[in-house]
């Protein structure tokens, strides 16, 4: 398996941009996180699906965040509009999960994010 | 909050010798596991212990629990320039799926 990918790697935008962060999960996996990394911050979890549903999303920032997971194999973070001070890495990571609890999490290489 | 805080936040040492790293946390908790980040990317899982167990062994690195004190270790023997990277232990709660990550031990070896 070709383990988590994430596109794009790198974005550039301006203030005010709609941003779209794409994500493909481990084949299986029933559990898919979206995480942001700051200095300031560290590893923030926003927002996590379990078999395409959302269960938490209590992280997510501010109604400009969206998450979507259409299918088990695909899900994206939408930013709109996005602002400076959305600049981050965001990562997705995907697990099986299990009744004795949280199993590895594999994480995307993620997305650094520049919001001019 | 549930995070876990680990400590310390930086440590170096020479190639050879042992690290450890330190995580408390506030809750009682499922598991509890150990991650590391290489610069620029994603984060590695490297091991994890369960709330019944008291200490783990792979390869190298040896992790502790003591659920009592709500504290983990991590021990990295023998250490090497390979090594350097921030380690982040990650708890989570009874009947989740989601962890809680720490805000991190940044570890650098000296060769």
């Known amino acids: 398996d070709a383990g988590v990918i994430q596109s794009p790697r790198h974005e550039v935008t301006e203030m005010g941009q709609e941003v779209t962060l794409r994500c493909k999960p481990i084949?299986?996996?029933?559990?898919l996180f979206w995480y942001r990394q700051t200095m300031m911050r560290g590893l923030e979890l926003l927002i996590y699906?379990?078999?395409?549903?959302?269960?938490?999303d209590s992280g997510m920032p501010e109604d400009r965040f969206s998450a979507k997971m259409p299918n088990a194999s695909f899900s994206t973070l939408k930013i709109q509009p996005s602002e400076p001070r959305d600049s981050a890495v965001y990562f997705c990571?995907?697990?099986?999960?299990?009744?004795?609890?949280?199993?590895?999490?594999?994480f995307g290489p993620g997305t650094r994010l520049l919001v001019l | 909050s549930q995070q876990g805080e680990e400590d310390p936040q930086a440590l170096s040492i020479q190639e050879g010798e042992n690290a450890t790293m330190n995580c408390s946390y506030k809750?009682?908790?499922?598991?509890l596991q150990w991650y590391r980040q290489n610069s620029g990317r994603g984060l590695v899982h490297l091991i994890l212990?369960?709330?019944?167990?008291r200490e783990k062994h792979s390869g190298r690195l040896r992790v502790t629990l003591d659920t009592s004190k709500k504290s983990s270790s991590l021990l990295i023997t023998a250490s090497r320039a390979a090594d350097t990277a921030s380690y982040f232990c990650?708890?989570?709660?009874?009947?989740?799926?989601?962890?809680?990550f720490g805000t991190g031990t940044r570890l650098t070896v000296i060769p």
């Open positions: 990571a995907s697990s099986l999960g299990g009744v004795r609890g949280p199993g590895t999490q594999y």
């Open positions: 084949s299986g996996h029933d559990y």
């Open positions: 699906f379990n078999n395409n549903v959302p269960i938490d």
């Open positions: 809750t009682s908790i499922n598991n």
């Open positions: 212990i369960r709330s019944n167990e």
């Open positions: 990650a708890t989570s709660l009874t009947g989740a799926n989601n962890l809680f």
